[in-house]
């Protein structure tokens, strides 16, 4: 991770080379300079937790599929999940971590070059040598496509944030090298939104296999595990809320363990749990009036005549109320907020 922060400036450095190189229609030939942190699988962290169900799912789509599609928000853990996979995959894995500079046909084709190239696969130098304005050439692709339908063993290459790739002539090209390969080249891809390959022609072959939003969500066990790694420990029911707060959203586990980490731990195991704290917007003074009323055996019209509001008003923040605590009913909502010392 720190390498490829540190590897920024090189990156720009490079795809500026790349931009030249494409606008003057110069060669990009194997003497050009390579980000090698863009085409290197990033190391597993040592604080992320292992995902048996999740890399088995990468395995099995890379084993009988030759599209495999990840797709999941900003920190669903696409990458992590892809890394762990990548980290014992059987055969030849080339990965390249996708940015916005290569949304065009010329670099992109050279970073797959040079991926296959570092994972073994035996790319002739032909293939390289061609101005990289030419890397949508029809006669490049079949080329290309040739070289991996006899790469043996079958290689599978990485695309780690395919959503920055919206060229059309780009991604019709890589449609055409994956179609043309047979078994010899497998593709997994990563993605914050459905990526603009033709997905569906793939689906109805039976020849896609799809990694969601709801399958890269972390189970409650796996928020635990997440704590866990930061010496944090949660009791049942908390865990249970913070996984819910957060969706199973990995990114969101790991902040509420490194903001817990940073704060100090609760005095008494009666104290409320900070993680879930720290996760839920503060109520507000009214709300909480509202919250106490309704924790004791008062309809809403009640508490609306007692607290001198229409029953609108009072449904509105008990709607709040409900989204803050992520409850979905009256009990659940009171009992919540006994629990985080709300009320
Ligand atoms: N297996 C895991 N164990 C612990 N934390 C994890 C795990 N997976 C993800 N996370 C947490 O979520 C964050 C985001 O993960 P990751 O970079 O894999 O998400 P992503 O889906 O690739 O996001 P993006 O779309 O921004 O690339 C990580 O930095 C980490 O804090
Ligand atoms: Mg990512």
Redesign the pocket.
Known sequence: MTATAEAAPIRSLAAARLDRCEMAGAAGSAGEPIVTAKITAPE??D?????PR?TKLIAQGARWCPLTV?T?????????????WAAAAPGAVAWISLDDHDNRPGVFWFYVIAALRESGVAVPKSLSAGPLSRASDPVFLLQLASVLAAADPPVTLVL??L?LLTDPKLLDGLDYVLRNTGPGLRLVV???TDPLLPLNRYRLAGQLAEIGADD?A?STA?VG??LA?HGIALPAGSLEFLARRTEG???????AA?CVGTHPRPASPAAPDQAAMLLVDQLTEREREVLRYYSRPFSRAEVASEMHLSVNTVKSHLKSIYRKLAATCRGEAVRRARQLDLI
Do not use: M, N, Y
């Open positions: 597993v962290p604080w992320a937790v292992e995902r999740i990840l999941g928000l900003p920190g669903a853990g696409k990458t992590i999940a892809l890394a762990w780690d944030d959503h990563s993605s914050r890269l972390l796996e595990q997440v790694r959203w990995a990114a969101g586990a790991r902040l490194l």
